[in-house]
């Protein structure tokens, strides 16, 4: 392997990769605010439309179907057209259908609003990460990328504080809530404006010139493209994830993602609905329960974002998952267990869940080439939303069915699964270069604890 300085990974880290990192956490704030907004606007949402629960199951799974539908496509996009266009478009389309959505007078233009909000959202996810990974150095890769997405906890927690302060708006307080996401939509496309476009994904498309041009722009004028390893032009191929070696990893990004996200969402969309299930009435416990499990979710990212780079990425996903399990289940297992047990398992999921959840958006950075990054990115998150959005659908009427202890253990086995499958398919990426991750042979993703790359030279 060699050991030659590079320009982006060897880089000492600046503001512009400060800026470029809350820029981009933009998108997933305001996936965790939309996602979560949904379940306190159902309070007066769903009495003021005289839901039935399979419409209820409809608007909450709604917009997690538009992901599947707006990662899919738009990652393959980002990377045929290039990250800076589609960074800025997908904050418009965020902003326009979360204002149209104020204005539903029935619960089919609610669905089909949110399945749109959910498009742009989708989009969002493997155009800014894609982006960021490419500008960031490697030894803070890991860490810079999962504090962009555990900003969605952030979201999640600004959405319940929204939902607390307008609960005082009577009857039509959801239309406020649903359109909510539009201002913080533009904020975050305001702060975009004038960000570069990647120069490896200009060079994988062997434009050279405008990735010269780039790369002055970030790093000085002293800097050019020559001081980048050459980036092979090579054409996007939507196929090319699901082709070997990137098959096994698509195959593990999807199972991961997956099973992270199905208990995640159908808890964040029903907290007040599983609260209230086990006795906990009222403001305080609705609004303060849902808000106080949003907010451990942002506590458990702290250590996670530290033991990223600590112990590496796979340990962090196993242990979580591991964790998880344990909580989710005992609920189940315990014969009438009280509120604050119940309340503890909770609780306990959200810091397990938030201490690794932003893997989602490290892995598949990391184990795909420039010009398939946000095509991997996109299939990941359009993959994962399938099972969470039959989640999200079947919650409703699993809590009815099941009950809450009941429906937390069907999350168990999910994240059972998930386990598995890490301990037999995760690699570990800590400390390598993105050019290092993804050229890989699949004998050495096998290995179970691989040591991270060498120190890296820093240019004289």
């Known amino acids: 392997m060699t050991t030659t300085g590079h320009l982006i990974d060897d880089a000492p880290l600046t503001s512009f990769h400060k800026k470029l990192t809350a820029f981009s956490s933009g998108g997933p704030f305001i996936d965790g605010f939309a996602l979560s907004i949904i379940g306190v606007a159902l309070i007066t949402l769903e009495p003021a439309m005289d839901l039935s629960a399979t419409e209820i199951g409809l608007i909450g799974a709604a917009s997690l179907v538009g992901i599947f539908v707006g990662g899919g496509v738009f990652g393959y996009v980002t990377d045929k057209i290039g990250r800076h266009v589609m960074y800025i478009a997908d904050l418009v389309a965020l902003a326009v259908f979360s204002v149209l959505s104020a204005f539903c007078g029935e619960a089919w233009q609610i669905i089909l609003l949110r399945f749109l909000l959910g498009v742009a959202i989708g989009a969002d996810y493997p155009i800014a990460t894609s982006l960021l990974a490419e500008f960031l150095p490697k030894r803070q890769r890991g860490r810079l990328l999962g504090a962009m997405f555990v900003v969605w906890a952030v979201g999640a927690v600004a959405a319940y ?23 913080f939509a533009i904020i975050t496309l305001l702060a975009r404006m004038g960000t570069p476009e990647s120069p490896r994904w200009l060079m994988s498309k062997g434009r050279m010139a405008e990735a010269d041009a780039s790369i002055k722009r970030v790093f000085g004028r002293q800097y050019g493209v020559a001081d980048l390893p050459e980036e092979p032009v090579v054409s996007t191929s939507f196929f090319r994830v699901f082709q070997k070696p990137y098959l096994r990893r698509t195959i593990f990004v999807a199972i991961f993602w997956t099973a992270q996200v ?81 309340f503890l398992a909770l609780a306990v999921f959200a810091i397990s869940s938030g201490a690794s959840s932003f893997l989602e958006v490290v892995y598949p950075n990391e184990l795909f080439p420039t010009e398939v990054r946000a095509t991997a990115v996109g299939m990941g998150t359009a993959i994962s939303r399938i099972g969470s959005a039959a989640g999200t659908y079947l919650m409703p009427m699993a809590l009815v069915t099941f009950g809450a202890g009941g429906a937390l253990m069907i999350g168990a086995v999910v994240t059972l699964v998930g386990l598995v499958a890490s301990i037999f398919l995760a690699p570990e990426t800590r400390g390598a270069s993105l050019s290092d991750t993804a050229s890989k042979t699949e004998s050495e993703e096998v290995e179970k604890s691989a040591e991270p790359g060498p120190a890296p030279v820093t240019r004289a």
């Not at 607390?164 to 009857?171: I, K, T, V």
């Not at 033991?307 to 340990?315: A, M, Q, T």
């Open 161 to 183: 504080v929204v939902g607390f302060f307008a609960r005082g708006l009577g009857p039509d307080a959801w239309r406020f809530l649903l359109a909510s996401p539009a201002i």
């Open 262 to 342: 199905i208990p995640l969402f159908a808890v964040y969309t029903f907290a007040p609905d599983l609260l209230e299930s086990f006795g906990l009435y009222g403001d305080a416990n609705l609004y303060g329960g849902s808000l106080l499990i949003a907010i451990l979710f942002v506590v458990g990212g702290i250590p996670g974002l530290w033991l990223v780079e600590k112990i590496g990425r796979r340990k962090l996903l196993i242990g979580s998952f591991a964790i998880i399990v344990v909580a989710l289940a005992v609920p189940a297992l315990i014969p009438d267990v009280s509120a604050k047990i119940f």
